[in-house]
């Protein structure tokens, strides 16, 4: 039997996503290791890249909704930090930064508009930048943005188990830089990103996890989605790609290196929205 052979037979299932057009995307100010207001930032590039992400996916199948951006908030694009959605309940994200904090009230007023169950939270947490669904437990990301108490508030809104991890390289602020969840309690990640009581959670709850150099991890390889056969990703992570490859995914890459200027990338600009509610 070939090598070909032994791979996993993947499925992909449809996604319900909501994202944000870029239409007032410009680096003005600096909260992440990627932001330098002195670089020029081409806003029409960052709108064009960020509709082939649309196109690619609305062309695999997934549903998407578009929340309209607020004038003023160019990391808005960034529409995973707006909120964590499970089982059609909503918890809101609350920023860290005065620059980004209209954004969690623009994002919770959209979906408690439509029907679902919204949480305002207490404590700070960035939506799916730091909050990732994996099978039935949450990871939940700290160290730069999050606050170890919003995994409580989390875990009491949400009723998925939490396990806690510390995030250690400004470079990767956000767990969603850090680690994929690729399908159910399969994931990806770059240890370097970790502490070393995460890393050792992380080893010991997936000893199976794909490990990514920290190369592809600079190119935000791991800023990846994943509808549990097609990953998404930066088309320069060339490893990530292959890794993928040998686990039976297919790799999709794409280029947003304008909207990485402001720190984010697939995943970033991807919000999935988990169980639509009864409407009506």
């Known amino acids: 039997m070939t090598a070909m052979e032994l791979r996993p037979q993947r499925a992909a299932r449809p996604r319900h996503y909501l994202m944000c057009r870029p239409t007032h995307f410009e680096v003005t100010y600096s909260i992440n290791p990627w932001m330098d207001p002195a ?3 081409d806003t029409e590039l960052a709108v064009t890249q960020w509709e082939q992400l649309l196109a690619l996916h609305r062309r695999l199948g997934h549903h998407v909704e578009l929340i309209d951006p607020l004038p003023g908030h160019p990391d808005m694009v960034y529409a995973a930090n707006g909120a964590t959605v499970v089982d059609g309940r909503v918890l809101g994200a609350r920023f860290r930064d005065t620059e980004r904090a209209a ?15 919204v949480h305002d939270p207490v404590h700070v947490n960035e939506g799916e930048g730091d909050f990732l669904l994996a099978g039935d437990r949450l990871l939940a990301g700290t160290g730069f943005r999050s606050t170890p108490e919003s995994h409580a508030e989390a875990q009491e809104f949400l009723g998925r188990p939490v396990a806690g991890l510390e995030l250690v390289d400004p470079r990767f602020y956000h767990l969603d830089t850090a680690l994929t969840v690729l399908d159910e309690d399969e994931i990806m990640y770059f240890p370097g990103a970790f502490a070393p009581h995460s ?23 791991l800023n990846a989605v994943s509808d549990g056969r097609h990953v998404i990703l930066p088309e320069s992570a060339a490893g990530v790609a ?6 039976g995914f297919e790799p999709v890459g ?6 990485l200027k402001g720190g984010g990338s697939v995943k970033c600009c991807t919000l999935e929205i988990r169980d639509r509610p009864a409407l009506g």
């Open 254 to 259: 794409l280029d947003l290196s304008e909207l």
């Open 199 to 221: 890393l050792a959670v992380l080893r010991r709850l997936y000893p199976d996890a794909i490990l990514v150099d920290e190369a592809d991890a600079e190119h935000f390889g």
């Open 39 to 41: 670089k020029p930032v």
């Open 242 to 247: 292959r890794r993928l490859r040998e686990r």
């Open 103 to 117: 954004e969690g009230p623009a994002y919770l007023e959209w979906f408690r508009d439509r029907g679902y169950r």
